[in-house]
């Protein structure tokens, strides 16, 4: 073949095409080559071969050339060809021997780019691998819904091995009575770009579960859908904690509802009870005062006057008496006068005397840094929590610890008494003095915990925020 000839062939080619000296200089190429190097014919021309090479490469080209001038043919291996910018484009080479003249011999290099294809290739890696190790479940299916393809996770959630569901339609995966109205809602939703939401599945022992399933259709390169592919992943967990969640802000609400009415019926009876102090008791001896001032100032004897003003003076004392023993149980003033230390310690002397229960007490706080409101709200707690002790618990001594950081408040009142069982599920109802206590802590944006069983004692653990405290009257 002409040299001419020759050249109109490797320019019509869709392949690398070159020809390189035994010394490995480039002695003629096509257009092809210069395109993918980005180098014309003037810069490649006479050039070493190695200077278009990764240099990793050079060795076993070199090997390649000798052995090929030896007459022992070469297997078609990939090297890579460095373009002018430095990017590698990887190619396949066959070599062979041409004949140029009578006694210089020049090597043909026939080449392929296969980098896209290589890049591709990578890329199928990549999704197999990506597939195969998701935690959720995979299922592709061919256009008639016919399962191709499943990956280890749904494997393991629906208990089919892979040669028992291959081949076999999708609706294998729904019961029957939800199998038509699903299926056809999601045919029509993939065709037109896909489908999410939550669905029943089937697994291969027949119990049903919950999933929530993403579809989308595979397209080959013309735009034609080719394949379904589906995700679904068990929720299963998920609705059960939604249920709990619901159950537990139900039981929450009702709770609130009940509490909301027995401070309303509380206060009401408080009402009651000051009416009553006020009229029967504190209204009774003022007017003992009364009568006997206007008996005084009518009596002839000065001894029966003074008699009759001293009654009157002790009788308005035990009023006075009785106003400021009302006027605590309304709010204390130690704890705006002296703080919350001393407040709780007279309390506990007040409360010891009164029901015969022996205190042992720690408190360790710095009142300066304690809100008023958080102040008022742990006393009134500490109040609750000893009353529910003189009443219910039969014990003998009670233990409270009180102490404060920089950060919180913390309260806890042991008793050794009898116990009780406390009802942790959100349905069963809670006694009001332990949902008053919750209330007051959670008001405060703190936390309530108690600790009890029958005939082991009580404990409660009140834990309250000094600082972004969420304080409501």
Same mark, same amino acid.
């Given at each position: &073949?002409?040299?001419?000839?020759?050249?109109?062939?490797?320019?019509?080619?869709?392949?690398?095409?070159?020809?390189?000296?035994?010394?490995?200089?480039?002695?003629?190429?096509?257009?092809?080559?210069?395109?993918?190097?980005?180098?014309?014919?003037?810069?490649?021309?006479?050039?070493?071969?190695?200077?278009?090479?990764?240099?990793?490469?050079?060795?076993?080209?070199?090997?390649?050339?000798?052995?090929?001038?030896?007459?022992?043919?070469?297997?078609?291996?990939?090297?890579?060809?460095?373009?002018?910018?430095?990017?590698?484009?990887?190619?396949?080479?066959?070599?062979t021997v041409h004949d140029k003249a009578e006694?210089?011999?020049?090597?043909?290099?026939?080449?392929?780019?296969?980098?896209?294809?290589?890049?591709?290739?990578?890329?199928?890696?990549?999704?197999?691998?990506?597939?195969?190790?998701?935690?959720?479940?995979?299922?592709?299916?061919?256009?008639?819904?016919?399962?191709?393809?499943?990956?280890?996770?749904?494997?393991?959630?629906?208990?089919?091995?892979?040669?028992?569901?291959?081949?076999?339609?999708?609706?294998?995966?729904?019961?029957?009575?939800?199998?038509?109205?699903?299926?056809?809602?999601?045919?029509?939703?993939?065709?037109?770009?896909?489908?999410?939401?939550?669905?029943?599945?089937?697994?291969?022992?027949?119990?049903?579960?919950?999933? &929530?399933?993403?579809?989308?259709?595979?397209?080959?390169?013309?735009?034609?859908?080719?394949?379904?592919?589906?995700?679904?992943?068990?929720?299963?967990?998920?609705?059960?904690?939604?249920?709990?969640?619901?159950d537990a802000a139900r039981q929450r609400e009702?709770?609130?509802?009940?509490?909301?009415?027995?401070?309303?019926?509380?206060?009401?009876?408080?009402?009651?009870?000051?009416?009553?102090?006020?009229?029967?008791?504190?209204?009774?001896?003022?007017?003992?005062?009364?009568?006997?001032?206007?008996?005084?100032?009518?009596?002839?004897?000065?001894?029966?006057?003074?008699?009759?003003?001293?009654?009157?003076?002790?009788?308005?004392?035990?009023?006075?008496?009785?106003?400021?023993?009302?006027?605590?149980?309304?709010?204390?003033?130690?704890?705006?006068?002296?703080?919350?230390?001393?407040?709780?310690?007279?309390?506990?002397?007040?409360?010891?005397?009164?029901?015969?229960?022996?205190?042992?007490?720690?408190?360790?706080?710095?009142?300066?840094?304690?809100?008023?409101?958080?102040?008022?709200?742990?006393?009134?707690?500490?109040?609750?929590?000893?009353?529910?002790?003189?009443?219910?618990?039969?014990?003998?001594?009670?233990?409270?610890?009180?102490?404060?950081?920089?950060?919180?408040?913390?309260?806890?009142?042991?008793?050794?008494?009898?116990?009780?069982?406390?009802?942790?599920?959100?349905?069963?109802?809670?006694?009001?003095g332990l949902l008053g206590m919750k209330e007051?802590?959670?008001?405060?944006?703190?936390?309530?915990?108690?600790?009890?069983?029958?005939?082991?004692?009580?404990?409660?653990?009140?834990?309250?925020?000094?600082?972004?405290?969420?304080?409501?009257?």
């Amino acid at each position: &073949m002409s040299e001419i000839a020759m050249r109109i062939a490797m320019d019509s080619a869709k392949d690398i095409i070159f020809t390189i000296s035994p010394e490995g200089t480039i002695t003629s190429l096509n257009t092809v080559f210069e395109s993918v190097t980005g180098s014309s014919r003037g810069e490649c021309l006479r050039k070493p071969l190695t200077q278009f090479l990764h240099p990793d490469d050079v060795p076993d080209v070199q090997h390649c050339v000798r052995e090929v001038i030896a007459g022992r043919t070469q297997p078609i291996k990939e090297f890579r060809l460095l373009t002018k910018t430095g990017e590698c484009r990887i190619c396949g080479f066959e070599t062979t021997v041409h004949d140029k003249a009578e006694r210089a011999k020049e090597i043909l290099v026939i080449a392929r780019d296969v980098t896209e294809e290589k890049r591709a290739e990578q890329r199928i890696q990549m999704f197999a691998h990506t597939i195969t190790s998701m935690h959720e479940c995979v299922v592709i299916t061919d256009r008639k819904h016919r399962i191709i393809f499943i990956n280890p996770a749904f494997v393991a959630a629906y208990g089919y091995r892979e040669e028992d569901i291959i081949g076999k339609e999708a609706r294998i995966l729904s019961p029957p009575e939800s199998e038509s109205v699903a299926g056809s809602i999601i045919s029509k939703e993939m065709l037109e770009g896909g489908w999410h939401g939550e669905i029943i599945h089937i697994k291969s022992t027949g119990e049903i579960f919950p999933v &929530m399933v993403s579809t989308s259709t595979i397209f080959d390169p013309h735009g034609t859908p080719i394949a379904f592919a589906l995700i679904s992943r068990d929720i299963t967990e998920q609705r059960q904690l939604r249920q709990q969640l619901d159950d537990a802000a139900r039981q929450r609400e009702e709770d609130l509802q009940r509490f909301a009415l027995s401070v309303q019926r509380a206060h009401e009876e408080e009402r009651q009870r000051l009416s009553r102090d006020l009229h029967d008791d504190l209204g009774q001896v003022v007017t003992l005062v009364r009568i006997d001032l206007e008996r005084a100032m009518s009596a002839e004897h000065e001894e029966k006057r003074k008699e009759l003003i001293n009654h009157a003076l002790n009788a308005a004392q035990g009023v006075l008496a009785r106003i400021h023993e009302i006027a605590v149980l309304l709010r204390p003033p130690i704890i705006d006068d002296f703080g919350l230390k001393e407040a709780i310690e007279t309390y506990l002397e007040d409360f010891e005397s009164k029901t015969g229960i022996a205190t042992e007490s720690s408190v360790r706080i710095g009142t300066e840094n304690i809100p008023k409101e958080i102040s008022t709200g742990i006393y009134r707690i500490l109040q609750e929590a000893l009353t529910n002790v003189s009443k219910h618990s039969g014990a003998t001594s009670v233990h409270i610890q009180l102490e404060s950081t920089n950060n919180c408040v913390k309260l806890s009142v042991e008793d050794e008494g009898c116990g009780f069982t406390y009802a942790t599920s959100p349905k069963k109802r809670k006694p009001l003095g332990l949902l008053g206590m919750k209330e007051r802590a959670e008001l405060m944006g703190g936390t309530f915990t108690l600790e009890t069983s029958r005939g082991q004692g009580t404990k409660i653990h009140i834990v309250v925020p000094i600082r972004n405290s969420v304080v409501q009257s």
